[in-house]
């Protein structure tokens, strides 16, 4: 159940030091979970009723980023489940076997309209599954800014307009734009290479809100998180869509 691609990597997804960054990891990760979801044939783009795939939460620890024009190896295998999650993990290689990057991710499998989950066992049956995980990634609660906290950053926060080009074919908020804004918007939680940070995507996201980026937590373990609106909404009206966390 392990698939594999190679792809140069362009331009276009590396940040201005010419390396890729880390929405650019979570690009070559999404497209090899959808490339083995297809070759499994649940990738869910002709399904009866409508189902699709929604990412719960991606950790990715990060030992060397590759430079724009490197030739790198993506593998991805799907590894167990828990309870509504189906996790699946990848590796980042050179052609030379260099391990760049790894990382871990949960899922849940979402009716359309309805977004009521559904249970992964009928698409991963157990015994197709390798039990083995390349992160040890927590798959529960995850530390927060609590709300008193989150208040005045809010109202103090610089707010940005959610376009249509930021949303994916359901017409949601693409994971890796999340990881863009916050990169974008709390850059000094990328300092550390191999920190192992866990994006948690908590809430729906859709063209024509508005979103803020904050952070908080402790120095020794930082926490970023996007807040989203409704255009115009007042501030306290934001709901957490999703949550960076940087774990020692």
């Not at 939460?57 to 189906?86: D, H, I, K, Y």
């Not at 559904?118 to 530390?143: A, I, S």
């Amino acid at each position: 159940m392990t698939f594999k691609y190679s792809m140069t990597i362009p331009s276009f997804l590396c940040a201005p030091d010419d390396r890729l960054g880390l929405d650019g990891m979570a690009s070559l990760f999404q497209e090899g979970a959808w490339r083995h979801a297809e070759k499994l044939g649940i990738a869910f783009t002709e399904e009866e009723p409508p189902l699709f795939w929604v990412l719960h939460r991606l950790g990715v620890r990060c030992t060397r980023r590759p430079a724009w024009g490197e030739e790198v190896v993506v593998t991805t295998w799907p590894s167990r489940m828990e309870r509504l999650l189906a996790l699946r993990e990848f590796t980042l290689h050179t052609t030379r076997g260099e391990l760049l990057a790894e990382a871990s991710s949960s899922w849940l499998i979402l009716t359309a309209g309805e977004s009521k989950p559904v249970r992964p066992e009928r698409y991963f049956p157990p015994e197709k599954l390798t039990g083995t995980w390349q992160v040890e990634m927590p798959l529960g609660r995850m530390p927060t800014i609590s709300p008193d906290e989150a208040r005045p950053l809010l109202e103090a926060a610089q707010w940005h307009r959610v376009r249509p080009s930021d949303t994916d074919r359901n017409a949601h908020v693409n994971n890796t734009r999340y990881a863009q804004w916050f990169l974008d918007g709390a850059p000094d939680l990328f300092s550390s290479p191999e920190t192992l940070r866990a994006l948690s995507f908590t809430a729906e996201t859709r063209a024509g809100q508005d979103y803020a980026v904050i952070t908080g937590g402790t120095p020794r373990e930082p926490i970023a998180e996007i807040h989203v609106r409704d255009a115009e909404a007042p501030a306290e009206s934001a709901r957490c869509a999703c949550r960076l966390n940087c774990l020692t």
